[in-house]
């Protein structure tokens, strides 16, 4: 299992990024899929995730109304739709894999254990 994030970028508040999470060795029948998002000097904190089972999703209330996360038809990508971007938002953003078969995901960052991507860095600036 590999995951590759790209769709990162400098974007002005207000504007917004499409996050792409690329599966590869694998279909999300089986994985959960969490992205998480570091900020300079801070902890990884969860920010949302799909699913593997029916494709339930969850997101973070830092962020609810603001960033949607989907999984495509084929099962070998996970976008998350970032809008109305703030300052704070600004951070490199990964995707991990859970191999759990669930309609349930979680938010704890060590239960997305089988595979992490090189994450993809979203500035907000003015």
């Known amino acids: 299992l590999k995951l590759v994030e790209s769709g990162g970028g400098l974007v002005q508040p207000g504007g917004s990024l499409r996050l792409s999470c690329s599966v590869s060795?694998?279909?999300?029948?089986?994985?959960?899929i969490g992205w998480f998002r570091q900020a300079p000097g801070k902890e990884r904190d969860w920010v949302s995730c799909?699913?593997?089972?029916?494709?339930?999703?969850r997101v973070d209330d830092s962020v609810k109304g603001r960033f949607t996360i989907s999984r495509d038809n084929t099962k070998t990508a996970v976008y998350l739709q970032m809008n109305n971007l703030k300052p704070e938002d600004t951070a490199v953003y990964y995707c991990?894999?859970?191999?759990?078969?669930?309609?349930?995901?979680?938010?704890?960052?060590?239960?997305?254990?089988?595979?992490w991507g090189q994450g993809t860095l979203v500035t907000v600036f003015s």
């Open positions: 991990a894999a859970r191999g759990v078969v669930s309609d349930y995901c979680p938010q704890g960052l060590y239960e997305y254990e089988d595979a």
């Open positions: 060795g694998e279909n999300l029948d089986v994985y959960s």
């Open positions: 799909v699913a593997s089972g029916d494709g339930s999703t």
